[in-house]
Nanobody, 125 residues
Framework: VQLQASGGGSVQAGNSLKLSCAAA????????IGWFRQAPGKEREIVAV????????YYADSVKGRFTISGDNAKNTVYLQMNSMRPEDAAVYYC???????????????????WGQGTQVTVSS
């Protein structure tokens, strides 16, 4: 699976941004797609996960109620809608995919076999 993340940019706090993760691969509808982020000097952390083509979703506590992960299996694309953004949301955002991840391992970046190139998100206060 090849992934390409896009949609990053600079926004002011309180505004919105929508990221896209386009995937190439015939098994996309069965993939679990996760969005991770990494800020300078910090470890990569989970943001949201779309489990096995959309049967379930997971959000980090820090983004619950503000971010929404969704997908379009026909377009092989997963989106991350980010609303009410905060300066602490600034990071490089990555999408990742796994066809075999188990539910208890969703937050583990090492459990994802495929990664996109990352897209920079900057939030000014």
């Amino acid at each position: 699976v090849q992934l390409q993340a896009s949609g990053g940019g600079s926004v002011q706090a309180g505004n919105s941004l929508k990221l896209s993760c386009a995937a190439a691969g015939s098994t996309f509808s069965r993939q679990t797609i996760g969005w991770f982020r990494q800020a300078p000097g910090k470890e990569r952390e989970i943001v949201a996960v779309r489990w096995r083509g959309g049967s379930n979703t997971y959000y980090a506590d820090s983004v619950k109620g503000r971010f929404t992960i969704s997908g379009d299996n026909a377009k092989n694309t997963v989106y991350l809608q980010m609303n009410s953004m905060r300066p602490e949301d600034a990071a490089v955002y990555y999408c990742a995919a796994s066809s075999s991840i188990i539910l208890s391992n969703l937050r583990n970046s090492r459990a994802y076999a495929y990664w996109g190139q990352g897209t920079q998100v900057t939030v000014s206060s």
